[in-house]
């Protein structure tokens, strides 16, 4: 299969990362793969589409493959997609929710292939009736590049990397009383209580349950005035989320070491936590393999790429519930579990397995569970499957 890889980000952005991986992979499965760089092409978040035109119209590839599905809203004068019109397939591949990536969206695009970090996010694109066909993967890992160290040697007994996004507001409790804020804060305290954190189930109940008469599915119009309505709750959550289960951690005293600026202006200075500048993510792996258990934060998002590379650095995982980090890894057995919307499980899973003395065996199970089944290459082969329609 011939396929073309847009590479839309700097080099050191996590899916530029992605797409070299997943290109070798390709390559090593016989497939015809290359990656066309528009980054150079992108400026203050424009993108000049001729040169990606030119390319596509002279590499005639099978599939297109685009991280966050940048690019494919590109449309003729008609109004008919690009890529449909050159009998190409658009392979977009979703590490977040849909509402956050715009071309992820676009209804022009008819021939769409669609891969979702989570069944919800699969659920919403349905919900909302998206044309094309759609399925849940991971992402993929790679075997770290030099030897880890053994497991009771490493330096960190936990570590987590998360970004810093500030300390996030409920604005709409200053806004007067209305439909609408009664829909935004029950979606917030929806979401907040969902282990899974589905946010069409959280939409749609809310409206049900104030009798507001509006599900999502119903109107396309209505469906994409919503989308930014839905990103900030969404965006909130996700942020409160990794604040109240980080807390639970350091005050319940266990020994973490926080990778990513403005985390110390939040706790403070704390016997039992380190504090790590933000690091690129081609260094993560390595730092990986200096902790016994990693904390994966995700909102109930479902991408996990964290879990996969600590898990192939020999760290053993903790997240919160994923289905498919579940099919992967096996809940109890390569990974352990807590409940998001219970902080305080998070300290108490983690804790658990330092005081156990369990780590070691989860780790070691989770490696061998995602190098028999969650490499780039087992993606690359699932992804070539799912574009030949099979």
Same mark, same amino acid.
């Given at each position: ?28 499965? +016989? ?32 599939? #297109? ?7 494919? +809203? ?57 044309? +094309? ?26 570590? &987590? ?9 409920? #604005? ?100 039992? &936590?380190?504090?790590?500048?933000? &690091? ?27 879990? &996969? ?82």
């Amino acid at each position: 299969m011939k396929l073309l890889l847009i590479k839309a980000m700097a080099d050191g952005h996590l899916y530029s990362h992605f797409a070299s991986a997943l290109r070798q992979a390709l390559a090593e499965l +016989g497939h015809d793969a290359t990656i066309s760089d528009q980054s150079a092409h992108v400026t203050d978040g424009a993108a000049q589409t001729a040169p990606l035109v030119a390319e596509l119209q002279g590499a005639r590839p099978d599939a #297109v493959v685009s991280f966050s599905s940048f690019f494919g +809203g590109l449309t003729l004068g008609n109004g008919v997609s690009l890529f449909d019109a050159l009998g190409v397939k658009f392979v977009g591949w979703q590490f977040d929710h849909p509402i956050y990536a715009p071309a992820s969206l676009k209804r022009e695009l008819q021939g769409r292939y669609a891969i979702y970090a989570n069944r919800n996010h699969l659920r919403y694109a349905q919900a909302v009736k998206l044309p +094309g066909r759609g399925i849940t993967l991971l992402p993929g890992g790679e075997l770290p590049t030099a030897p880890v160290k053994d497991y009771r040697s490493r330096d960190w007994p936990i570590f &987590v990397a998360a970004t810093w996004n500030g300390v996030p507001q409920r #604005v709409w409790e200053q806004a007067p009383d209305s439909p609408g804020k009664q829909l935004l804060m029950g979606v917030v305290e929806a979401l907040l209580g969902d282990r899974n954190a589905s946010l069409l189930d959280a939409f749609n109940a809310t409206s049900a349950r104030l009798k507001l008469g509006a599900r999502l599915g119903d109107d396309p119009e209505f469906d994409a005035m919503m989308r930014d309505f839905l990103c900030d709750p969404l965006t909130y959550v996700r942020n409160i989320d990794r604040i109240n289960i980080l807390r639970a951690l350091v005050e319940a005293g266990l020994p973490l070491t926080i990778c990513g600026a403005g985390w110390q202006a939040l706790f403070g200075d704390r016997k039992n &936590v380190t504090y790590l500048d933000r &690091v690129d993510f081609r260094e993560l792996q390595a730092i990986y393999g200096n902790a016994r258990v990693v904390l994966n934060l995700n909102a109930g998002n479902g991408a996990n790429e964290r879990a &996969v590379y600590a898990a192939l650095a020999g760290a053993a995982v903790a997240s919160d519930y994923s289905e498919q980090l579940d099919t992967l890894l096996g809940g109890g057995q390569g990974v352990a579990f807590f409940n998001r919307a219970r902080p305080e499980t998070a300290a108490q899973v983690v804790g658990g397995l330092i005081e156990s003395g369990k780590g070691k065996a989860l780790a070691q199970r989770g490696h061998d569970k995602v190098v028999r089944a969650g490499l780039w290459r087992h993606r690359a082969e699932q992804l070539v499957a799912f574009a030949e329609g099979r």
